[in-house]
């Protein structure tokens, strides 16, 4: 095996000219976006057509029912969150679609902790707003003049819900999980290996240190 | 062009190979959850050693830089789909190799690296001669002086400490190849510290 701190020096040695650096510095900025591909250019624009199809038809059926008094309150208020869905679909899509990158500032700008915290609060949001639509839609359902049709649609909506949603969560869940266990090993590996390393540098500083007999 | 070390004007701790290997494991983890910091600091681990090997390969180091940021282009889109993080540094050496080749084509040095060697066998019981006696910046200087399939070898070997069969992936060569570049590379850059030093 080498000596490790071969490695370094020569690394060291090497002679860069600052302005050719700079200029590699700035390119490899470029590399890092996530830059569209145009298949997933063509979905964004897509769902941004989707996402503003969303918003108008769902702002109009919100206009409408808030005009007829025997209409349902809580539908009105569904139909106006679905057109505020729709709405962010579109300005998301709009400004992934012209940036010619799918990515955010918040996200890029997040540190590991913050990222820690905002996956699982997204995948809370998603899981909260999909319960909060179903039971919303049961109470109009019970509001509805033929209330057991209305049931058995809502039911069946769960169920495939739940057949869908409940094993995507757990598998991904388990990816994660597998994820994270590999990753605290391999922190305990890098420990392992600086205290190594540590203990190799004061053996020699020992060794020097000890006058000779 | 005024020129200064490359740590002075990239920075950052340095590594030993096993810690580098680690933490680079570590990353491709990170990454792959969906840690936007990790590929950058993945990058900027690895982008000195790149450097060194890729300057070792090219004329200029203008186009050691063009060569770099090409095998990031051809990396980066790639790295979340690598089906074994441990064999990333392997991986990403054979395609910083194939890059730094394509710049070459159709140049003597291309011609060099695509020729093969006879294989190890003949010198197989003796021992290489080993470097205690030089010091980095000889050996730096040594390099340099050497035929490139031997100076490609011998750095790849004093950089990350890859094994033959390792090498042989990278330089596309059999491992016999590899095995005698190597012997060869060691008793000429001994010849060549001795004789100027």
Redesign the interface.
Known sequence: ??N??????????????????A??NE??KA??ERRLTPTLRVMWVLATIMGAGFFVLFSYAAILTLQDPGFPRIGTILFSVGALFGLGWAILGISFVKKGTA?LEL??N???KQ?QTM?PAVAGMTWVFCVLLMVACQMMANDMPDTARGNQMILGGMVAMLMFAIPTMIMGHDT?SE?FM??KF??I??QL??LR?LAAINDNNNKENTPDD | MRCVLYSEHIGGASLTTHETQIRSELLLLKHRAGDEKALPQLVSIWERPLFYYIRRLVNSEEDAWDVLQEVWCRAVPKIRDLRDPGAFSTWLYTIARNTALNHLRDTIHFRELSETEADFAASQTVAAPLFPAFTAEELHLGLAKLKLPHREALTLFFLEDFSHAEIAAITSVPVGTVKSRLYNAKIALRAILEKEL
Do not use: C, G
């Open positions: 095996m080498n490790p701190e071969l490695r370094d020096r020569l690394l060291e040695l090497e002679i860069v000219t600052p302005e050719l650096a200029r590699y390119k490899k590399i890092f990515s996200w890029n997040a540190t590991l990222m996956h994660k994820i590999r990753e391999l922190e590996e890098l290996a600086e390393k």
